[in-house]
């Protein structure tokens, strides 16, 4: 019974801030390398963020990058996502995903990695 569990999602407007959370059951997110993904209507799944097992080190797709920050609570096993100065092309379906055969870090493409794990989703819509 492993799964990933996203929450925290919902209407914020232009320039607020949200934190979403993915509690993981079963495991210990603190052993693999995790992920954020998000999907927008007619787009195709867009990796976000990843942050390594070992020291912590992220990575961050330029759409994002200085706006949202990756963590995780090793004591809560909760991986989170920090969203600020949100935009309206930032509504989509917000997904974390956990590697659990990967063993390697970084990866050429952090964006490429492939995930065994994924949680439901929760949505994330800015108003303009």
């Known amino acids: 019974e492993v799964q990933l569990q996203a929450s925290g999602g919902g209407l914020v407007q232009a320039g607020g801030s949200l934190r979403l959370s993915c509690a993981a059951s079963?495991?210990?997110?603190?052993?693999?390398?995790l992920g954020w993904f998000r999907q927008a209507p007619g787009k195709e799944r867009e990796a976000l963020s990843s942050i390594s097992p070992y020291d912590g080190s992220t990575v961050y797709a330029d759409s994002v990058k200085g706006r949202f920050t990756i963590s995780r609570d090793s004591g809560a096993n909760i991986l989170y996502l920090q969203m600020n100065s949100l935009k309206p092309e930032d509504t989509a379906v917000y997904y974390c995903?956990?590697?659990?055969?990967?063993?390697?870090?970084?990866?050429?493409?952090?964006?490429?990695?492939?995930?065994?794990?994924w949680g439901q989703g929760t949505q994330v819509t800015v108003s303009s």
């Open positions: 995903a956990a590697d659990l055969t990967g063993r390697t870090w970084p990866n050429d493409q952090e964006s490429r990695r492939s995930y065994d794990q």
């Open positions: 079963g495991f210990n997110l603190d052993e693999y390398v």
